[in-house]
């Protein structure tokens, strides 16, 4: 309305008052206040959805690979089919792991304690055999070949080397050094005070330890019950022992899981430090020290992980082994295919989403089945034939608080209706659907009624005159050209079906299911109740999980509505 | 057009409805504890690779939930095995006997340590029961022994060895068995160490109770949800705060999470697998013997639980971040599980 009066305003040649002229300052005002205000509100949306939207796909992407260990897997036909028939049976039960295992001793030899060789075999994942098997399966006649196979290592392997993949350097050595071997210790000599930064910088960590403890001394030592001087008591104790290490200058350390991990490596070898002097430190082999003897100058390094061995997951032992496999060009970063073709798993390297996703799809296949043919009928009935008394007035008011139920009290009647009185199958998507179709169908009717209403009279009066039946008119002519507007609200619906959790938790379907579903009568769970299960997690590397499956959902979605949007420029009618 | 498709889904449905209902059921299907899931699955999973069978449906549905659908009656429509982070009530065991499922196996299959942390930027901190219980009651005995609403703000009000922090802790909200859990091991325990509490047990034991159970409501307990995961991405931010949540959660995270000393004990795998920290619960499987045999695999699954490749401390369970028992009384166990020994009712409480 006021564009098409200010410039009438404008144009007029007698001046305008000034009160005029006041008020319409106020109304502009008022307009660029709103404008702004508008603005904002759009720009803070925007950026609440990018930095969401960022935030999932930060985390979710890196699900999507995975590291993979490249071996030189011996398929030894004595372990793969003894009987030599080429049964596929056998072939399929064969111990595939024991060969992966095998093939990554190969890599690492030399490694005799049972405890680092137990280390060393839970690098690989539980399902490191299966690429194996499958490589056997695809062409029986590999058995008795050596081939090169990418297996999955396990899950906490594959955290390390997301966050830190380039492997560890250190600081060259200077000058040379006397390895002394007996079995696992190691005993290194250096000509000169080789290791006296080092020393300086443990002697640092502790001196700052002790401060905090005598902080900490300072706040307690005000109180005056048995409790507090026994505390005061204690902390000094420890902060004198600290401080005396601290003092004495060049004088050797211990190094416990408290403190940085220090390392010697030369060669293949790996030594950790557990006793460190200036010139001279003793410690345990982590990668075979060999025979020790001579080691020259530039040859050795010492390397540092910062962070104390007891505040990190992955211990020295297995640092040490991926940084070789690293070294040797062993590992590979690859797009991990299994998540898009495995069902659910315990360990995460194996967790894959298929399974939800086809449940999710049968679910949703039953949900539309069920529900377009009869919210549309509904709607046309409603809307065109119904007569116009108390009783339609209460369905309608009906339909409209149904579409207001909580989704979880449609998961109740699931439970009584369907399972408890239909004896339906727990779990199934059949169940599922129908109680989605019920959750979505008011939805439908609404949204119908509405594209229904929107088809301009005039049509269906020209049908009527023309001498078609009512129900001849509103099929051929109304319906017809409701459909883009209905097809918008099922979509819409469906997607609020995709995303439901509640509903299906009281029937079963917020379950463990590896298997992937065959049909609507087989045990399924669905995408979001997946992300749910995999979110409760105790393991990390299900966080990343997590993440990747939103983003596939975040996926479905999109294309849900990008349809919806496509179907309605495709068909819509202007009249 | 749409009366045609209407008619064929009907009969699709009914088709399919009748399909499901008359399949003989050839999958093991579990119900319970959201505490014991992670366990019970990675079981199943087992199971079902070693090719014992298909892999067990495992749904996660809170351990009353699943005794209510474990003692709903026998036949292919009920779940065959029920997992509980406590033992089975008494009534519950009643229940069952009135719907007809008699014979009920249970299995202890482990411990869960509750474990109180906080991150490891934080101060350093070790706890009593007592000092547990003061901190979190709603009422607490004051100067002259009679309850009043908690006065205590921060950690050094209860003790001045404590660090001078707020009270923070979050925790499970009272619908999950952690938070029940967390009421009789910590709350009960505490109550029972303090003087005036011990004296008030004795003269009227139901206001004692009534001690323990609630929890302070002015902000210093915060009720954070049932996920243990979104408590330790809180405890990460707020290095001030403490968390309570299961032992495995713990495990997952010590690069950035130190378990509190309760007691002088630290949550950490020997203590609690030995039973000398107080802060344990034990977990339960429960069978329902007459479905042996009758849905295929069940026998075998039970077999796997208990056998050392899972349930022994070098087993996958304990990978999995499960506490286990100390061997003598899991091979006990094991024996038990294999012979499938009932419950007679007598032993519940």
């Known amino acids: 309305m006021t564009d098409v009066a200010l410039p009438v305003s404008k144009n007029q040649s007698r001046p305008v008052s000034a009160a005029v002229g006041a008020r319409l300052k106020v109304r502009y005002r008022a307009e660029r206040r709103f404008r702004a205000y508008g603005l904002f509100a759009l720009l803070l949306t925007s950026v609440f959805v990018v930095a969401l939207l960022g935030d999932i796909l930060i985390r979710g992407v890196p699900a999507f690979w995975q590291h993979h260990l490249v071996l030189d897997v011996d398929l030894k036909a004595d372990v793969i089919d003894p009987s030599g028939k080429r049964e596929v049976e056998a072939l399929r039960t064969a111990d595939y792991n024991a060969l992966a295992q095998q093939a990554l001793q190969e890599v690492v030899p030399g490694i005799k304690g049972r405890q680092a060789r137990r280390t060393l075999s839970r690098l690989l994942s539980t399902g490191a055999g299966d690429p194996v098997r499958a490589a056997v399966l695809s062409d029986p006649t590999l058995i008795g070949t050596r081939q090169k196979i990418a297996v999955l290592i396990s899950a906490d392997a594959d955290l390390y080397l997301k966050a830190n993949g380039k492997g560890s350097g250190g600081t060259l050595g200077k000058g040379a050094l006397a390895a002394t071997v007996s079995g696992d210790d190691v005993a290194l000599a250096a000509g000169g005070p080789e290791f006296t930064a080092a020393l300086a910088e443990v002697k640092t960590i502790l001196a700052a330890r002790a401060r905090a403890l005598r902080a900490e001394i300072a706040r307690i030592s005000g109180g005056n019950s048995d409790a507090v001087k026994a505390?005061?008591?204690?902390?000094?104790?420890?902060?004198?022992?600290?401080?005396?290490?601290?003092?004495?200058?060049?004088?050797?350390?211990?190094?416990?899981?408290?403190?940085?991990?220090?390392?010697?490596?030369?060669?293949?070898?790996?030594?950790?430090?557990?006793?460190?002097?200036?010139?001279?430190?003793?410690?345990?082999?982590?990668?075979?020290?060999?025979?020790?003897?001579?080691?020259?100058?530039?040859?050795?390094?010492?390397?540092?992980?910062?962070?104390?061995?007891?505040?990190?997951?992955?211990?020295?032992?297995?640092?040490?082994?991926?940084?070789?496999?690293?070294?040797?060009?062993?590992?590979?970063?690859?797009?991990?295919?299994?998540?898009?073709?495995?069902?659910?798993?315990?360990?995460?390297?194996?967790?894959?989403?298929?399974?939800?996703?086809?449940?999710?799809?049968?679910?949703?296949?039953?949900?539309?089945?069920?529900?377009?043919?009869?919210?549309?009928?509904?709607?046309?009935?409603?809307?065109?034939?119904?007569?116009?008394?108390?009783?339609?007035?209460?369905?309608?008011?009906?339909?409209?608080?149904?579409?207001?139920?909580?989704?979880?009290?449609?998961?109740?009647?699931?439970?009584?209706?369907?399972?408890?009185?239909?004896?339906?199958?727990?779990?199934?998507?059949?169940?599922?659907?129908?109680?989605?179709?019920?959750?979505?169908?008011?939805?439908?009717?609404?949204?119908?009624?509405?594209?229904?209403?929107?088809?301009?009279?005039?049509?269906?009066?020209?049908?009527?005159?023309?001498?078609?039946?009512?129900?001849?008119?509103?099929?051929?002519?109304?319906?017809?050209?409701?459909?883009?507007?209905?097809?918008?609200?099922?979509?819409?619906?469906?997607?609020?079906?995709?995303?439901?959790?509640?509903?299906?938790?009281?029937?079963?379907?917020?379950?463990?299911?590896?298997?992937?579903?065959?049909?609507?009568?087989?045990?399924?769970t669905v995408m979001p109740v997946q992300i749910y299960l995999w979110s409760d997690l105790p393991e990390q590397a299900f966080k990343a999980k997590t993440a990747g499956a939103i983003v596939v959902l975040l996926g479905f979605l999109f294309a849900m509505n990008g349809a919806a949007i496509w179907l309605r420029k495709r068909f819509e009618r202007r009249w | 057009m749409g009366s045609k498709i209407l008619s064929v889904s009907v009969v699709a449905l009914a088709l399919a409805a009748g399909l499901g209902a008359a399949e003989a059921r050839d999958q093991i299907r579990i119900v319970g504890s959201s505490t014991v899931y992670p366990f019970t699955t990675a079981v199943a999973e087992a199971f079902g690779k070693a090719g014992m069978g298909k892999t067990p449906v495992v749904e996660s549905t809170g351990t009353g939930g699943g005794m209510k659908l474990f003692c709903a009656g026998v036949g292919e429509a009920h779940p065959d095995i029920t997992n509980a982070s406590r033992a089975m009530k008494k009534g519950e065991f009643d229940e069952c006997q009135k719907n007809g499922v008699k014979d009920i196996v249970e299995v202890k299959v482990g411990i869960d340590g509750l474990a109180l942390a906080h991150s490891k930027a934080g101060p350093k901190v070790a706890l009593t029961m007592e000092q547990v219980f003061l901190a979190l009651a709603e009422r607490v005995p004051g100067a002259d022994g009679k309850l009043v609403p908690n006065p205590y703000k921060n950690w050094s009000d209860i003790d001045k060895s404590l660090p001078n922090v707020k009270i923070e802790v979050l925790g499970p909200p009272p619908t999950s068995g952690t938070r029940d859990s967390f009421h009789e091991l910590f709350m009960e325990a505490g109550a029972k160490k303090n003087k005036a509490m011990a004296e008030l047990a004795k003269a009227d034991a139901k206001a004692f109770d009534k001690a323990w159970k609630s929890m302070r409501q002015d902000g210093a307990y915060i009720e954070a949800g049932e996920n243990d995961n979104v408590i330790v991405q809180k405890l990460e931010t707020n290095k001030n705060s403490f968390g309570i949540f299961g032992y495995s959660y713990l495990d997952e995270n010590t690069a950035k999470l130190a378990g509190v000393a309760i007691d002088g004990v630290v949550p950490e795998y020997d203590a609690i697998s030995s039973g000398k920290y107080k802060g344990a619960r034990p977990l339960f499987i429960y069978i329902k013997k007459q479905h042996v045999g009758i849905v295929p695999g069940i026998d075998k699954f039970v077999t796997e639980y208990v056998s050392s490749k899972a349930m022994s401390a070098d087993g996958y369970l304990a990978r999995k971040g499960l506490v286990t028992l100390p061997k003598a009384e899991a091979d006990k166990i094991a024996a038990n599980a294999k012979a499938m020994m009932t419950l007679t009712g007598a032993e519940l409480h």
């Open chain 1, 231 to 524: 505390r005061v008591a204690e902390l000094t104790g420890e902060a004198e022992k600290l401080e005396a290490r601290a003092g004495a200058k060049d004088q050797p350390e211990e190094l416990d899981g408290n403190m940085p991990s220090l390392l010697v490596g030369w060669g293949d070898a790996l030594v950790k430090i557990t006793r460190l002097g200036p010139d001279k430190v003793e410690g345990a082999a982590l990668l075979p020290a060999g025979d020790g003897g001579e080691i020259k100058a530039g040859d050795w390094s010492l390397r540092r992980y910062a962070t104390p061995e007891n505040a990190r997951k992955t211990t020295d032992q297995e640092i040490a082994f991926l940084d070789r496999l690293v070294g040797a060009g062993r590992i590979e970063n690859r797009f991990n295919f299994l998540f898009f073709k495995a069902g659910d798993s315990r360990e995460p390297e194996l967790a894959g989403i298929r399974g939800a996703l086809v449940g999710s799809f049968l679910t949703l296949l039953v949900t539309l089945v069920l529900c377009v043919p009869i919210g549309v009928m509904a709607a046309v009935y409603l809307e065109e034939f119904a007569p116009k008394n108390r009783l339609t007035d209460i369905i309608e008011v009906n339909i409209n608080n149904l579409a207001a139920v909580p989704s979880i009290v449609f998961g109740l009647l699931g439970l009584a209706v369907f399972l408890n009185f239909f004896n339906l199958p727990r779990s199934a998507p059949l169940v599922g659907g129908l109680v989605l179709a019920l959750l979505v169908l008011p939805t439908i009717i609404i949204a119908a009624r509405a594209a229904i209403k929107a088809v301009p009279p005039s049509i269906k009066e020209a049908a009527l005159g023309l001498g078609a039946s009512h129900q001849q008119a509103v099929f051929h002519h109304v319906l017809p050209l409701a459909m883009p507007g209905i097809m918008t609200g099922t979509i819409i619906g469906m997607a609020h079906a995709l995303g439901e959790t509640a509903p299906l938790l009281m029937i079963g379907m917020v379950a463990f299911i590896v298997d992937i579903p065959g049909g609507v009568t087989d045990a399924a």
